[in-house]
């Protein structure tokens, strides 16, 4: 049974990403489950040092991925982006299933060694960032969105920040940056979709019907993704023109009309959620 913030949440998103479409004059009631089965799958690709990402330092492309089964074509996308914390967890009876402790009681996710070495002290599991969001992701999967949910562990989370960038959250908007280009090559056909997430993705993704959300940190990172993909000289395709709108009051998502852009008035360290649609070059 959903929680009533949890509820809040789901009704929250679906409500905003809903105002990407024509609808009906009534919505659906968006706190229960869909009208289509989900599957779930990830994909993770090696680590690397991206110049792109941020210079001089091991960062990895690693996402859970959520879709109605079968996956349409031309399917609506969601990404989301969590908050900063560690990157290592515990369970006090030091017995793991899966990431969660065997006994039920809460991880504690205190260590940060994952973000520089890639790997967690013996007794400690890597703190699985990108599946926190799994409860709102599947819902939403089930009405027909496609949900990439985005973990920045590994370089980026509790991580030394770098001059002009203290809070990691420009490097945190360029690894979002690099997802949608992968995302946009493997829905093109240009590279083959991995392996891992058993599904090909050719065709698969709208990205004239985009959204971004992100939690605390995650959100800083979201408005920099956006505010990056707009700079003169950006590596990354042509600027979206922004459609951002609806106030969240349960994440703190804050809304922009469009004729604001860039979204300048988007409060500090706050959670954001954007609609935009992208330009041919990257569908």
Known sequence: MLTFARANLVTSILSIALMSHALADTAPDATGAGPYPTATAEYRLPAEIDPNVIAGRFTEVWARVYWPDPLP????MLVFLHGNHGTCGTCPGGMFIGYQCADGSPRIDSGSQ???SGTCPPGSVVSPSHEGYGYVAD???SWGYLVVSINVNRGINAATGVPGDSGLNLTRGRMVLKHLWLLSQWNQGIAPTPDSLGIDLTGKIDFSNVGLMGHSRGGEGQRATYEQYRDAGS??????SAKCSGRVPAWNCLAVPPKYKPPIALRFRASLTCIFTAPAAMT
Do not use: E, K, V
């Open 114 to 116: 994952y973000t520089t």
């Open 235 to 240: 590596p990354w395709p042509s600027a979206p």
């Open 73 to 76: 074509d031309n399917s609506p």
């Open 139 to 141: 819902q939403l999967a």
